[in-house]
């Protein structure tokens, strides 16, 4: 079975639109979204219809965890505080029902997906954790694959004999081992952090035990120019530079 796993959408319509027409050509049989599908971008509605509409499974990030508790806005910084209640207004009530009836983590055969970090956290960090934390929960774990977003960047951190070790992604395939367990940061589709502008994605093939980290293409400027129009701070527009 082939599953793409698509992390912080934000709202980017042509990033996600691109990607859909990228792994349908790849012949995946699952798709699975890692949160935080709305913010930043201005397009929460459309993304969340075509999500439903496409039966893609998702999990809660901490953009829509800000629409079901009052503390998940409070935990935002200024700016994306202000925009969560921007995008509030652009979700229709059918969609906002769907954010908050999300679950925190979907977890099958021997994998894992969550937003933030395992077991069930949208706000906390991959790229905070310690080693020793890591180590702890590789070994505490039945799961040999976590999957995770939030950062935007890519990142691929291995378990293997009681050793940690970390390195960043690029456009390139992995073969994963039999006897290592790993957490895999799937990047953004529509807000990259990594000064590529292009939408990330992972495509997983279990039985074959290949990880291969898509960068498609899209028209970022039709999306920056969507999020000046509707006023939203440039630095949202920019990220897509």
């Not at 949160?35 to 459309?46: F, K, L, R, S, T």
């Not at 994998?111 to 790229?127: C, E, K, Q």
């Not at 952090?193 to 990330?200: L, Q």
Request: aromatic content about 10%.
């Amino acid at each position: 079975m082939k599953i793409a796993v698509l992390a912080d959408i934000h709202g980017n319509l042509e990033a996600f639109e691109a990607v859909r027409r990228d792994l349908k050509a790849q012949g995946v049989q699952r798709v699975i979204g890692l949160g935080d599908n709305i913010g930043y971008g201005p397009d929460p509605e459309a993304v969340m219809c075509r999500m439903r509409q496409l039966g893609y499974q998702s999990v809660l990030g901490n953009h829509e965890f800000a629409l079901v508790d009052p503390r998940g806005r409070r935990w935002l910084n200024f700016q994306a505080a202000e925009n969560n209640i921007k995008t509030e207004k652009l979700l229709s009530h059918k969609n906002k029902e769907f954010c908050r009836c999300l679950p925190t983590h979907l977890a099958f055969d021997n994998a894992h997906f969550v937003h933030g970090y395992p077991p069930d956290s949208v706000f906390r960090y991959l790229d905070r954790q310690s080693d020793e934390k890591i180590a702890t929960l590789f070994a505490s774990a039945h799961a040999a694959f976590f999957f995770v977003g939030h950062t935007h960047r890519l990142q691929l951190v291995t378990g293997h004999d009681g050793v940690v070790s970390r390195r960043v992604l690029g456009r390139e395939t992995v073969v994963l081992l039999p006897d290592a367990q790993y957490i895999i940061n799937c990047g953004s589709v529509g807000q990259p952090r990594d000064g590529d502008k292009r939408a990330k994605y992972i495509l997983w093939d279990m039985e074959n035990r290949l990880l291969e980290v898509r960068f498609v293409e899209y028209d970022n400027e039709r999306t920056m120019q969507k999020i000046r129009d509707l006023g939203f701070p440039d630095v949202y527009a920019l990220r897509l530079r």
